[in-house]
């Protein structure tokens, strides 16, 4: 058992208590980016536990489930519950979450619906560089597979990391909010931290010192980015319980 699995692992376990702790503050208290952020959390638990059950042997539910959670939706959905935290008009991204989901549901049915090559599920004893460097070989080649993911990756993460550094810097300079400032310098850096371990694996490619390396260090990257994440998401939810009378004055809450 691997380092690499060991930390996938880990984060199956630890994106599932978040969900859910997450959710839970949805259904209590309400707030439509406690729920696209707890339902992110949760793609980011299927994407876990759905590789956790490949360690253990060839399952053709557990890697459509793994691709579809991890590499289609998962940024995109925590990327709306920011949209839903910054903008004025809630119509316009609760139309924009109702978009998402009509891909997430036809992406799903794509998913399930393309042929895999269970022969080359080969991961030998690193499960992780396996499944980040030879997933292909397994799934077709498709217009939906070359571009849907790094549309969706990169919109999640801009929206993600870029909304709440504009946010962040907005209440900065308004000095109102110091918990929206602190929360959204988290979340802008939990959502860079799974981008930067994609790209340590494009580097790891063709840098022989670091191959043996490379999916251990974008694993931990995902780890520590949930991490972040969670903790920013928390700031943000329990000091927007107590806002200070000028901040309401001043900036109208979400």
């Excluded at 059950?53 to 940024?75: K, N, Q, T």
């Excluded at 799934?139 to 870029?162: D, E, H």
């Excluded at 694996?201 to 994440?229: C, D, H, N, Q």
Aim: no cysteine; proline share 5%.
């Amino acid at each position: 058992m691997n380092l690499a699995f060991v930390i996938g692992m880990l984060t199956a376990v630890v994106a599932g208590f978040f969900s859910w702790s997450v959710l839970t503050r949805y259904f209590q208290r309400g707030g439509s980016h406690n729920l696209m952020w707890g339902l992110g959390l949760l793609l980011y638990f299927i994407a876990g536990a759905s590789e956790t059950l490949l360690g253990f042997g060839w399952s053709e539910i557990a890697f459509r489930l793994w691709y579809w959670s991890g590499a289609i939706m998962v940024a995109a959905v925590l990327g709306q519950g920011t949209l839903h935290l910054l903008v004025r008009k809630p119509y316009v991204a609760t139309i924009v979450s109702i978009v998402i989901g009509i891909i997430g549901f036809a992406s799903l049915v794509w998913m399930f619906s393309v042929p895999l090559d269970a022969s080359k599920f080969m991961p030998g004893e690193n499960l992780g560089a396996f499944l980040t460097e030879s997933y292909r070989s397994i799934l077709p080649q498709s217009a939906v597979r070359r571009i849907l993911p790094p549309l969706m990756n990169i919109y999640g993460t801009v929206l993600l990391a870029g909304g709440a550094i504009y946010s962040g810097l907005l209440f900065a300079r308004k000095q109102v909010l110091p918990h929206r400032v602190l929360g959204n310098t988290l979340i802008a850096v939990g959502g860079i931290l799974p981008a930067l371990g994609g790209s340590i694996i494009k580097l790891a490619e063709s840098t022989p010192a670091l191959s043996a390396w490379g999916s251990v260090l974008k694993y931990l990257g995902i780890f520590l980015g949930l991490l972040v994440l969670f903790v920013g998401f928390q700031v943000i939810a329990h000091g927007s319980a107590v806002p200070t009378p000028a901040a309401v004055r001043t900036v109208p809450q979400s």
